[in-house]
């Protein structure tokens, strides 16, 4: 089995030539890569989360969805919130008028703030709110009544999986010194809402409430 | 012909002293007692930074480092204990064992050798530099990218990522040289009637490492390459601005990194397969089957690499691939673990501490391997990734898997390499407080990972400071336990009870024919196998 030096030089030379060729194949991955990735569909995770919500547009076929609507008062606020429009069986693409009636049963003025939890939340992205009492704060005086729109679209590419879906208002009271005070079971209804409701956050209102809600976990 | 063996036996005759010794040798036997050498000051260099880390981490809050300086030695240790310390150390083995094992007079290419081994301390001089020119004038920003070197913080650190940069080429030419010497050596100079499967299977173990070395390393001294042009040449490979894309940078960078955790193992699965037939008195059980789970466990290492990197972004089918892939190789690893335990399986065994150190192995690498599949699961990963989970994860890989396989190696043929005995009571109680400090240093990463404590901080959020605490206290009672095993090494080579040829009555093979230690040159004429 020994063999002669010319045979290890043939040997080592055959196996330095495949280092050198694997040196090659690192350059040669460079240009090749993005293709690589393009054919095998690499990139393409974040395609769903960086698609741009734009205004409901007719051109893929509309289909029936029912939406229900649903509203809670965070236990911070004394107000009556409940939805006038209960159920709608709607098309897809063509935008829809719901409303909601509030009523401050407290003795003072307080603002409050409502902020949506959409079920199944795969269907959040679809749902296109063009007017909504939610962009704003909501202040009502003692005893007062007031009634909310929400003017929306269901997107049309909605995954045709989910022909159900639940909008969920929660009206919260913004006032910082009402979200500290440490209470109890009832921040379980804003838990959900940090991943799904989307535009014109109050900002004031997040951040007062967050370390109220970290103890609470 | 002729004229070559009669210049090649009269080099043989004169027997160098001194520093040309050394310098010029061309002995595998020298070569090896080098790297050995060196690889045992580079693990203390490596485990000095290691002691700051967790000096550092004692308390929460900042210390005695600040958070540049504190990545910089998180860099440089996670560097020299991989390219310094693991790499050589089984080099050093290969070059000692290999020729003796398979009744060779020498590697196959012996000048060649002397090369490899001799580029590596101007590399490691490269190496300690690219972490201390940040404190001389106009040195720069500190290495703070971690091991891994990923742009775009790579191509900002300042001219102390390119001493890093050639030092990583010299690493990597020294390793491809001595692994072409170590597979041509095999693959010729085995004595007549030592074929493929009658060859020990820490020949295998290297020659599948050699293999793998040849295939990823050039890879990473191509993307360490772009780095550097894109460092100082303009070029894009990784700049998005330009057209490049720094993920590639970490797909060439893990298409070499996760191989490598393979080639540092492997030596060691190797040595373990030699020292627990030895300390059972029993043939290795399942000898092909464990050839054959090295081959499986380098092939399918190559192709799982983005198991790493599955928050960047990939396709579901793409992570399901890797992950599948990933979660397959512990079938192989777990068949070689089962190949040892069935091996154990009533035979006489003695404990020793090569086999203490081996039976370590074989259960607290078990612990890593499990905690590789958790991680290999790609919902948990999102959760585990850059957590301590992932350190205390691949301490208790490389911590069992490599070092304890190489003390176990280091300790089986140290009699045979010195020629005395070493001090078996001292050794034993290295193995104690170094296996029992190292578990209470690394389990409690894994709690704290899981709680949330992320890698490469400084600083920790107080409700990490008891685990971080007792990991500390630990961390450095494990570190300064290596003095005792530098001491136990010193007494051996010093003197000691002479050692018989063959020093362990259960073990076999070629290299306990010769005596201990081995002449300067041996199997001159070539053993007869059976």
Known sequence: MTRSPPAHRRTALLIGGIALGMFGLGFALAPYYSQICAALGIQVANAPRTRVLGPPSAEPVARPVTV??????????PWEFAPVTRKLEINTGSLHNATFRVRNLGDRTLTGRAVVNITPWQATPYVDKTECFCFQEQPLAAGEEAELTLRFAVLPDLPSEYSNITLSYTFMNIDPDAVARPHGHDDDHSHDDHHSHDKGRDQAHETAHEPAQRHAE | MSTTASALHSEHEHHPYGWRRWLFSTNHKDIGTLYLLFALTMFFLGGLSAMAIRAELLYPGLQMLDPDLYNNILTNHALIMIFGAVMPAGAGIANWMIPLMIGAPDMALPRLNNLSFWILPAAAMMLVLSFIVPFFPGGGTQVNTGWTLYPPLSVQVGMSMDFLIFAIHLLGISSVLASINIIVTILNMRAPGMTMFKMPIFCWAWFVTAF?????????????????????????????????????????????????????????????????????????????????????????????????????????????????????????????????????????????????????????????????????????????????????????????????????????WLPKWTGHMYDEKLAKIFFWVNMISFNITFFPQHFLGLAGMPR???????????????????????????????????????????????????????????????????????????
């Open chain 1, 68 to 77: 229900r609507f649903d509203a809670n008062v965070n236990g911070n606020l």
């Open chain 2, 212 to 412: 793998l070395l040849i295939l990823v390393v050039p890879i990473i001294a191509g993307g360490v390459t772009m780095l550097l042009f894109d460092r100082h040449f303009g070029t894009s490979f990784f700049n998005a601005a330009g057209g490049g894309d720094p993920v590639l940078f970490q797909h060439l960078f893990w298409f070499f990194g996760h191989p490598e955790v393979y080639i540092l193992i492997l030596p060691a699965i190797g040595a373990l397969a030699q020292v627990i037939p030895a300390f059972s008195r029993k043939p290795l059980f399942g000898y092909k089957s464990t050839v054959g789970s090295m081959l499986v466990i380098a092939t399918l290492g190559m192709v799982v690499w983005a198991h790493h990197q599955y928050t960047i972004g990939m396709s579901l089918g793409t992570v399901s691939y890797f992950m599948i892939g990933t979660i397959l190789i512990s079938i192989p690893v777990g068949l070689i673990i089962f190949n040892f335990i069935a091996t154990m399986w009533r035979g006489a065994m003695t404990f020793e501490t090569p086999m203490l150190f081996a039976t370590a192995m074989v259960l607290l690498f078990s612990f890593g391997g499990l905690t590789g599949v958790m991680l290999a699961v790609i919902p948990a990963d999102v959760q585990y990734h850059d957590s301590m989970f992932v350190v205390a994860h691949f301490h208790y890989v490389l911590i069992p898997g490599a070092i304890y396989g190489l003390f176990a190696a280091v300790f089986y």
């Open chain 2, 456 to 530: 490469r901080i400084i600083d920790y959020n107080v409700i990490f400071a008891e685990f971080n605490f007792l990991s500390s206290v630990a961390g450095l009672i494990y570190g300064f336990s290596h003095l005792l095993f530098l001491y136990i090494i010193i007494k051996a080579i010093r003197g000691g009870q002479q050692a018989k040829n063959k020093v362990w009555e259960g073990a076999t093979g070629l290299e306990w024919e010769l005596p201990s230690p081995p002449p300067f040159h041996s199997w001159e004429t070539a053993p007869k196998i059976k």
